[in-house]
Nanobody, 116 residues
């Protein structure tokens, strides 16, 4: 059973930074584009950023210039670096394959709360 485990969330003041980590298995990561998604309260899950197996990155307009993404295939991890956080970034953050997430891979996510 594939399991993606997100961690690193927490409470941070507006303007602050957080780094999220996604731990996965080599069977998921190897050769795959990986992405980060978030679900705001009462909203659908939306894509934020993705990184291809060769390191090409893409960001949603809402986080462009504030978030960055990287992967460490040796550690089977995908990382999301978030800076200049805003209260509207408050959400549960998930990782999955991209650009089409596998519905079987959704984990529990990690809560990020940005206080104003």
């Amino acid at each position: 059973q594939v399991q993606l485990v997100e961690s690193g969330g927490g409470l941070v003041p507006a303007g602050g930074s957080l780094n999220l980590s996604c731990s996965t298995s080599i069977n998921v990561l190897k050769g795959s584009t990986m992405g980060w998604y978030r679900q705001l309260p009462g909203r659908q899950r939306t894509p934020l950023a993705r990184i291809t197996a060769t390191g090409v990155v893409t960001f949603a307009d809402s986080v462009e210039g504030r978030f960055s993404i990287s992967r460490d295939d040796a550690k089977n991890a995908v990382l999301l670096y978030m800076s200049r956080l805003k209260p509207e970034d408050t959400a549960v953050y998930y990782c999955n394959t991209g650009p089409n997430p596998n519905p079987l891979y959704w984990g529990q996510g990690t809560q990020v709360t940005v206080s104003s």
